[in-house]
């Protein structure tokens, strides 16, 4: 597939559809923490997405590949992806969904500042500052609504170590000889090493079990199948052909919605301000993502 420059119209359709699945995404994992410990949900999703992947590697004929150097940086990838959903999940345990998700989706910030000094090609215009100013701004109002959900200041933390370690995958992936491996390879060595870290890890946050129903699983299978298998598959695809602070952008995206099925779904407060918030951070992806003057 040929690499592009900047964001076409079919990926802005793919990265909004995508970025839809992330936020209803934030919405089931609050929910599934009801059910199940959060870092032991985590470990679940892993080692079922592990299963879910291997079916599919062995139907489209993608053979397991370790090629000389890659089992480092694989190691790290996974490490990182592991580190990024014991936050995120532990966040959303602590914290709303409106809050957690703000936050975790300030990624593209550290990404598109990483990108700037270590990925040719990505430098920041002064008119993609611009963009990634009007973005954060649409993000730092919605944080500005604090009517209903639970806070704390753990949980906001944990909330912005996710979005690190997320921002962390994403220069793993263009920087290190991993990048020599299919995406299915990648998000291998995520899914294998996360499952063993997180459900290892888990008895250290709590029982494992809280009380687990229908819905419960329900939500943890549509994260197994959904995002942690086929959706992030569907991303590595993306950061083979746009640029890796281009396809983060849209994830500005992710938290409005998730603001807004926060209030559809659980009951959280909005205000008028999401509006303002969408605007800004439309124009925001738009300036991100316009081609520079020839």
Request: proline fraction near 4%; aromatic fraction near 10%.
């Amino acid at each position: 597939m040929e690499r592009k420059d900047r964001i076409d119209a079919i990926g802005a359709l793919a990265l909004t559809g995508f970025a839809i699945v992330l936020a209803f995404n934030q919405v089931v994992i609050k929910l599934g923490n009801g059910g199940f410990q959060p870092v032991f949900m985590a470990g679940l999703r892993s080692l079922g997405a592990l299963v879910v992947l291997l079916v599919w590697m062995r139907i489209r004929g993608v053979r397991l590949s370790f090629p000389v150097g890659t089992v480092v940086p694989g190691l790290l990838l996974g490490g990182l992806f592991a580190f990024e959903f014991v936050c995120l999940f532990w966040a959303l345990d602590h914290t709303s969904v409106a809050r957690a998700s703000i936050l975790f989706y300030s990624m593209p910030v550290i990404l598109s500042l990483a990108a700037h000094f270590t990925l040719p090609g990505e430098r920041l215009t002064p008119l993609r500052l611009l963009g990634l100013g009007l973005a954060m701004a649409g993000v730092a109002v919605v944080l500005s609504q604090r009517n209903g959900g639970q806070a704390s200041l753990l949980g906001d933390l944990a909330a912005l170590g996710a979005a690190c370690g997320w921002a962390g995958i994403a220069l793993s992936v263009r920087l290190t000889s991993i990048s020599k491996v299919v995406p299915e390879m990648q998000l291998w060595w995520q899914l294998v090493v996360s499952s063993v870290l997180l459900l290892g890890l888990a008895p250290l946050f709590g029982p494992l079990l809280r009380d687990p129903g229908l819905w419960h699983v329900a939500g943890l299978m549509y994260q197994i199948i959904a995002v942690a298998s086929f959706g992030f598959l569907f991303w590595f695809f993306l950061m083979k052909i746009y640029p890796a602070s281009s396809v983060a952008s849209f994830s500005f995206l992710s938290p409005v919605i998730s603001v807004v099925l926060g209030w559809l779904i659980l009951g959280e407060q909005i205000g008028g301000a999401v509006i303002v918030a969408l605007v800004l951070v439309a124009l925001g992806i738009v300036l991100i993502n316009r081609r520079p003057a020839s």
